[in-house]
C-alpha cells in the first residue's frame, strides 16, 4: 500500500497502522512531502525492492468537489495507469456522495465504487443512485469499523435486506469462516447428552462474537430486518462473559457447586451483583434441563402427554 494523501492530517500514520495490523508492506513519504506526484515517483522506487503482487494507492478525499484535488489525481493516473480506480464514499451521505461520484467518474473514468457504512440507515439508497449515475460496478462494501467488516459487494444481498428478506448467504459464510466445523459437532454431540457445561458455554460465545456485531447478524435473518427497534444489548453480554470468566474452570465444569460464597466471589470478580450471577446460573440450569429431556425419548412423550388437548377443526 502506498500513501497518497498528504492533505489530511494523520492519514500517512493511520494507513501505517492499517499496514502493520495486517502484515502488507506500506510506503509512507516523508512528513513534510506535499507533492503527491513526487511521492508516488519515490513509491515506486521502494516498490522495486518489495516483493509484491497488488498496489494501492491511498489517495486524498473530499466530500464535496474540489478541482485541485480532481487535478492531482487526474496527473497520478496519468503517471500510474492503474488497472483499477476506485471511489470511496460513504453510503450515508445520500445526494452528496453521487455528486461527488458523478464529477470524479467525469475527471478519471471510474472502474469500480467501494461504499462504507452500509450497516447505517441509508438501506442502499446512495449505492443505487451511485450505480446509475457511473454506470460503473459497487465492488466492495464496509459494513462496519473492523478489518473484517470489508466484503465483496453482492447486489442481491444488499436487495434482500432492503426488502427485509435477509441475507442467509452472506451468514452461512460468516459462520464457516469462525465457526470451527469439529468443534461444533462436538458441541451438537454434547447438548445431545445433556453434557453441555459452562466451559462449552464460553467456547460458543467467543464464536458468535467472531461473527460481527450481533444486530448485524440478525439483521441477515429473514424478516428481522424490518423489525423496528432491533437491537441487541451488547453490555448485557459483556455481563454474562464476565461473570463465566469470573467462574474457576471447575465451577463451570459444574455449576452446581457454586454455593452462595462462591457466587458473592464471582459478582465481585465479574463487577456485577450475586442477582445477575444467580438469574445466568438459573438459565443456563433450565437450558441444560430441557436439553436432558430432548434427549430423552421417553421424557419427550410424558412432555407430549401432559400437553392440553383439544378439537381442532377439520379442512
Not at 439508497?125 to 451511485?130: F, N, P, V
Not at 438459573?282 to 410424558?302: I, V
Amino acid at each position: 500500500m502506498i500513501a497518497c494523501d498528504l492533505h489530511r492530517p494523520a492519514a500517512i500514520e493511520q494507513l501505517a497502522t492499517l499496514g502493520r495490523q495486517i502484515n502488507v508492506p506500506t510506503y509512507s513519504p516523508p512528513l513534510e512531502e506535499k507533492d503527491v506526484l513526487k511521492s508516488a515517483k519515490q513509491a515506486v522506487d521502494w516498490l522495486g525492492q518489495t516483493p509484491h503482487n497488488v498496489e494501492i494507492y491511498d489517495t486524498a478525499g473530499r466530500q464535496e468537489i474540489d478541482e485541485a484535488l480532481i487535478e492531482e489525481v487526474r496527473r497520478l493516473k496519468e503517471y500510474l495507469q492503474p488497472q483499477e480506480v476506485l471511489l470511496v464514499t460513504d453510503a450515508a451521505t445520500g445526494q452528496q456522495a453521487v455528486s461527488v461520484a458523478t464529477h470524479f467518474h467525469e475527471a478519471l473514468g471510474l472502474t469500480g465504487l467501494i461504499l462504507t457504512k452500509l450497516d447505517g440507515d441509508a438501506r442502499g439508497g446512495a449505492a443505487l443512485s451511485m450505480r446509475q449515475v457511473t454506470q460503473q460496478p459497487i465492488k466492495f462494501a464496509g459494513i462496519g469499523e473492523k478489518i473484517d467488516q470489508f466484503e465483496l459487494f453482492h447486489p442481491d444481498r444488499l436487495a434482500g435486506r432492503i426488502l427485509g428478506m435477509g441475507d442467509i448467504v452472506s451468514l452461512v459464510e460468516k459462520a464457516s469462516e469462525a465457526i470451527d466445523e469439529e468443534e461444533a459437532k462436538r458441541m451438537e454431540a454434547k447438548l445431545r447428552r445433556a453434557e453441555f457445561d459452562l466451559n462449552d458455554f464460553l467456547k460458543q460465545f467467543k464464536m458468535l462474537k467472531r461473527l460481527g456485531p450481533l444486530e448485524n447478524v440478525l439483521a441477515m435473518l429473514p424478516g428481522m430486518g424490518n423489525l423496528k427497534g432491533l437491537s441487541v444489548d451488547e453490555k448485557q453480554m459483556k455481563r454474562v462473559e464476565a461473570i463465566v470468566l469470573s467462574m474457576t474452570p471447575g465451577e463451570r465444569s459444574k455449576p452446581d457447586i457454586v454455593n452462595a460464597r462462591r457466587r458473592q466471589r464471582i459478582a465481585r470478580g465479574s463487577g456485577t451483583t450475586v442477582t445477575d450471577v444467580n438469574e445466568l446460573l438459573s438459565r443456563f440450569g433450565q437450558m441444560r434441563k430441557m436439553m436432558k429431556q430432548l434427549g430423552n425419548p421417553r421424557a419427550m412423550q410424558q412432555m407430549m402427554a401432559k400437553m392440553p388437548k383439544g378439537n381442532f377443526p377439520r379442512r
